[in-house]
Nanobody, 122 residues
Framework: QVQLVESGGGLVQAGGSLRLSCAAS????????VGWFRQAPGKEREFVVA????????YYASSVKGRFTISRDNAKNTVYLQMNSLKPEDTAVYYC???????????????WGQGTQVTVSS
């Protein structure tokens, strides 16, 4: 079992930055691939980025590539999402998720966090 808790969301002006954290429980978290997803009001959940167990392999949605960076510290059981040059269209609830096996863009994850709200004002 893996439990995921996101934090770091908030209100930021367009052009600003936020860093989200996803803290995981479980001794084997380093074995899991991790993804970040987001869901805006009235829209379906969408893929943002995924990384493999080490963080060495990543895949970004085109909408965030060059602005967002995923990283992980397996010693701390934590995955980060650094978000720069934020835009109002980045406003959403952001979720982290974990699964065994790295599969870019899949939405089939075994564990999900509760989400953290990111609001970008214009």
């Amino acid at each position: 079992q893996v439990q995921l808790v996101e934090s770091g969301g908030g209100l930021v002006q367009a052009g600003g930055s936020l860093r989200l954290s996803c803290a995981a429980s479980g001794r084997t978290f380093s074995s899991y691939a991790v993804g970040w997803f987001r869901q805006a009001p009235g829209k379906e959940r969408e893929f943002v980025v995924a990384c493999n167990w080490s963080g060495a392999i990543t895949y970004y949605a085109s909408s965030v590539k060059g602005r967002f960076t995923i990283s992980r510290d397996n010693a701390k059981n934590t995955v980060y999402l650094q978000m720069n040059s934020l835009k109002p269209e980045d406003t959403a609830v952001y979720y982290c998720a974990a699964r065994i096996g790295y599969v870019p863009t899949t939405v089939l994850y075994d564990y999900w966090g509760q989400g953290t709200q990111v609001t970008v004002s214009s």
